[in-house]
């Protein structure tokens, strides 16, 4: 199976209808150097859910960025996204990986659980997520995750690790310095009036600590 090195800004997708919009929005995260896109919409029906995933899909092709599919395996092999997101409510990883692929990443919501995480390694994910560490203005009915989970969950787990949850370049940095490998953002990155600047900042924070590690 693929190792995959997801590191940097993981940008999630708002909830909106306008494709041509949601695509602009993307581009410029992508222009910025982005390398992996979580297409994300609780609001879309199947048809237009179907219409920005292809569009998104072709779009970070472009980039050679990872598109990955929120919840839906069905709609990831339909536009041959690069892997699925999952949550507590969807399938477990083995029948995801089963579906999918061998080569297909897969991430899984482990919330403030690091039991889950360890789960979730051992059937193939490619990723988990911890979160929320900060109230979110995308998700009202998440859990508290405490900054120490990063660094602890780097001692028993060998694949990436994300950190989400009302994250913002102002608190950041702290979730960085505890280890996380990916930051996965949603409003503080679309919801601003220069996409690609904002994307560019929160990549230079790995940037950043990295040429601390190395000095």
Not at 11 to 38: K, S
Not at 122 to 127: C, E, I
Not at 150 to 174: D, H, M, Q, R, W
């Amino acid at each position: 199976m693929i190792r995959h090195d997801i590191k940097g800004l993981y940008a999630i997708t708002p909830d909106i209808a306008d494709t041509y919009q949601l695509c602009e929005m993307t581009h410029q995260a992508l222009r910025a150097g982005v390398r992996y896109v979580q297409y994300r919409n609780k609001l879309a029906d199947d048809r237009l859910r179907l219409t920005q995933a292809e569009a998104l899909t072709a779009l970070c092709r472009d980039y050679g960025a990872r598109m990955i599919i929120n919840d839906h395996c069905d709609l990831a092999i339909m536009v041959n996204a690069d892997g699925v997101h999952l949550g507590k409510d969807d399938m477990m990883v083995s029948e995801a990986r089963d579906y999918l692929g061998k080569n297909k990443i897969i991430g899984v919501s482990c919330y403030n659980q690091l039991k889950l995480a360890i789960g979730a390694e051992k059937q193939g994910a490619d990723y988990v997520a911890f979160g929320a560490f900060f109230p979110s203005l995308t998700k009202t009915d998440t859990v508290k995750a405490s900054t120490r989970l990063l660094s602890e969950a780097k001692n028993y787990l060998n694949i990436p690790i994300v950190a989400i949850g009302g994250i913002t370049l102002e608190n950041a940095a702290k979730l960085v310095n505890y280890g996380c490998d990916a930051l996965a953002v949603c409003h503080a990155l679309f919801n601003t009036q220069c996409i690609r600047s904002t994307a560019a900042s929160f990549n230079q924070l790995f940037t950043d600590i990295e040429t601390i590690s190395s000095s």
